[in-house]
C-alpha cells in the first residue's frame, strides 16, 4: 500500500523557470514532512521539512506548501538552475515516533534545460 | 568530519546465497536506520538500530536482519538471496537526542544473479 503519492515523474523546466513537484498522504498520523534530493550515485539529502502546524515553508529557493485538509503538499524550486537537476523525493512519517521511519513518495526525476 | 560511510559500494550475488553489508554513521549520531531502493523507486524503510537493538521494523521478511555494535556502526544481513534483493541499500544515521535530519550514506549496490 503506497500510503505518499508523488507527481510527475518526471518534470522538464526551463532555467530561470518554477520547478513544482506534489505529494498526497493518506495516513493521517504523518507528522512530518520532508523533501529529499537525489544525485546519481548519492544517497538522498534532506533538502527542506515542515510540520503541520505551519501551511508554508520557505528556505532560499525552495518552499514547502502544506494543505493540512486535502492531505497534500508540494516543493516549488524557484528560479530553477541546471545544478537543481536530480530526482526529487518527498516523504512522510509519524514525528513522535522519531523521523528515521520515513514513507517515501516514488520520486520525480527533474531536469533544469538552458 | 566524515558523513555516514558504506561498504562495499558495489556486490554481485547469486541467488541464494547471503550477504552483510556495513555502515559507519556520523560522528555524534548514535541510530542507524536501513532502506532498500529498488531502480526507479523511493526508499523503503527496513529496520532501525539503537542502543544495539532494533527498534523499528518495516514490511521486509526475516532474511534481512541487522547488528548494531557499541561504537553505534551497524551491518545488514541478507540471508538467501533472491533476485528481487537486488537493490540499492541505503544507510542514514541520526541522533536520538535531536529528532531532526537524517543524514544517508552513498548506499551499497546490490546485483542479485
Known amino acids: 500500500q503506497q500510503q505518499v503519492k508523488q507527481s510527475p515523474q518526471s518534470l522538464i523546466v526551463q532555467k530561470g523557470g518554477i520547478s513544482i513537484i506534489n505529494c498526497a498522504y493518506e495516513n493521517t498520523a504523518f507528522d512530518y514532512f520532508p523533501w529529499y534530493q537525489q544525485f546519481p550515485g548519492k544517497g538522498p539529502a534532506l533538502l527542506i521539512a515542515i510540520r503541520p502546524d505551519v501551511s508554508e515553508k520557505k528556505e532560499g529557493r525552495f518552499t514547502i506548501s502544506f494543505n493540512k485538509s486535502a492531505k497534500q503538499f508540494s516543493l516549488h524550486i524557484m528560479d530553477s538552475q541546471p545544478g537543481d537537476s536530480a530526482t526529487y523525493f518527498c516523504?512522510?512519517?509519524?514525528?513522535?515516533?522519531?523521523?528515521?521511519?520515513?514513507?517515501f513518495g516514488t520520486g520525480t526525476r527533474l531536469t533544469i534545460i538552458p | 568530519d566524515a558523513g555516514v560511510t558504506q561498504s562495499p559500494t558495489h556486490l554481485i550475488k547469486t541467488r541464494g546465497q547471503q550477504v552483510t553489508l556495513r555502515c559507519s554513521p556520523k560522528s555524534g549520531h548514535d541510530t542507524v536506520s536501513w532502506y532498500q531502493q529498488a531502480l526507479g523507486q523511493g526508499p523503503q524503510f527496513i529496520f532501525q538500530y539503537y542502543e544495539e537493538e532494533e527498534r523499528q521494523r518495516g514490511n521486509f521478511p526475516d532474511r534481512f536482519s541487522g547488528h548494531q555494535f557499541p561504537n553505534y556502526s551497524s551491518e545488514l544481513n541478507v540471508n538467501a538471496l533472491l533476485l528481487g534483493d537486488s537493490a540499492l541499500y541505503l544507510c542514514a544515521s541520526s541522533w536520538t537526542g535531536k529528532n531532526e535530519k537524517l543524514f544517508f550514506g552513498s548506499g551499497t549496490q546490490l546485483s542479485v544473479l
Open positions: 516523504a512522510a512519517s509519524n514525528y513522535g515516533f522519531g523521523n528515521e521511519k520515513l514513507t
